[in-house]
């Protein structure tokens, strides 16, 4: 089944200490990218991948970083996460970019305390 | 960066009844895109348009990509149950894809 995965689908945490969410993707898309859903605002992309090793700044990448060392895998990690962190992060992947339809993760809910 | 102004935020209405939604933008985009979103899940594709003027239909949803490009609205007709849940549009332009804050829909049986 073709599909976007994350894990985990929830997750607390405390200030300071370094986390990873994982994404991968089964379609051989060439674009990835990580968003965060706060209420009210929607979708605010934070990094995109074009392709295995290139990765671009979304709206509010601040506090976050990513790797596409492979085509299938973009991990989303957050160094030091802070309150502010606290979201439901979405993993989205297409064939292309620039429009080309994306396909969305379930999402992860994290907590920072 | 700037989102899309997405309205109305909240719409409450009988089975049966007609919805209409819409999202606008000072900027252009080459692509506008509707997705539902429905609870504990990610957002899911409805109607994708890529060409300015163009009316695109999905069952009982209808969507246009306004002639200016810097807009797009969204219809459902004869509403039922299950429509209920976020309806977001987004748009591109290049690599960048910017979304709206979103329409939540309730559906009265």
């Known amino acids: 089944e073709a599909q976007v995965t994350q894990n985990p689908r929830y997750l607390i945490t405390v200030t300071g200490k370094k986390l990873t969410v994982t994404c991968s993707q089964n379609?051989?898309?060439?674009?990835m990218s990580w968003y965060r859903q706060d209420p009210g605002l929607g979708l605010r992309q934070i990094y995109y991948?074009?392709?295995?090793?290139?990765?671009d700044k979304g709206d509010v990448p601040e506090g976050y970083k990513v790797s596409r060392k492979e085509k299938r895998n973009f991990p989303l990690i957050l160094e030091s996460p802070s309150p502010n962190q606290t979201s439901l992060y979405f993993c989205a992947s297409s064939l292309i970019g620039g429009g080309e339809t994306q396909y969305f993760g379930p999402g992860t809910r994290l907590l920072v305390l | 960066g700037q989102q899309l102004n997405q309205s109305p935020q909240s719409m409450f209405i009988q089975e049966g009844e007609d919805v209409s939604m819409n999202c606008t933008s000072s900027?252009?985009?080459?692509?506008w895109l509707w997705y539902k979103q429905d609870p504990g899940e990610g957002p899911v594709l409805l109607i994708a348009?890529?060409?300015?003027?163009e009316l695109t239909s999905n069952g009982r949803l209808t969507a246009q990509f306004g002639i200016t490009r810097k807009d797009s609205f969204l219809n459902i007709s004869a509403s039922i149950p299950s429509d209920v849940g976020i309806y977001f549009c987004a748009g591109t332009h290049n690599n960048d894809m910017r979304f709206g804050a979103g329409t939540r829909l309730t559906v009265k049986p």
């Open positions: 900027s252009i985009f080459n692509t």
């Open positions: 379609m051989n898309h060439e674009y």
């Open positions: 991948s074009m392709n295995v090793e290139v990765t």
């Open positions: 348009l890529y060409k300015a003027g």
